[in-house]
Each structure stands twice: as C-alpha cells, then as structure tokens.
C-alpha cells in the first residue's frame, strides 16, 4: 500500500489518464482499510471524525460512480 502511494504522489512519474483513475481508485480502497483501522485504534477519542470520513469516502464514491 505504502509503495503504490509513493509512486503515485511521486511528482517525477508522468500518470496517464488511465493510470490517474487507476490510482484515484487505489486510494479510495486503501481508506476504505484505513478507516476500520483508524476506528479500532481511535474510534473512542475521534468518533465524529470517524463517521466524517466515512461520509466523504461514500460522498465521493457516489460522485464517481455518476461520471461513469
């Protein structure tokens, strides 16, 4: 996980279109396992971030989805 973000936040590598929306969904599922994490670790002290970032994370699913 930690080497696929490196290499697309990596300002030197030249993304294609594709490669761009490969990576957008990339980072979208790596949250969708750090979020859980994020919750068992956290949950009790950050409980409304939590809960926002699930919200953002189906928000932009959604968003996604209806450009498809």
């Known amino acids: 996980m ?7 936040f990596d300002a ?3 993304l294609t279109d594709e490669n761009l ?3 957008t969904h990339l980072m ?8 859980p994490e994020a ?6 002290f950050a409980p409304a971030g939590i809960e926002e970032a699930r ?3 189906a928000a932009n699913e959604a968003v996604h989805a209806s450009r498809l």
Do not use: M, P, V, Y
């Open 55 to 57: 919200r953002r994370l």
């Open 28 to 35: 979208r599922d790596f949250l969708g396992l750090l979020i």
């Open 39 to 44: 919750e068992r670790r956290f949950g009790r």
């Open 21 to 23: 929306a490969t990576g």
């Open 2 to 8: 930690r080497e696929k973000a490196r290499h697309l």
């Open 12 to 14: 030197r590598n030249q």
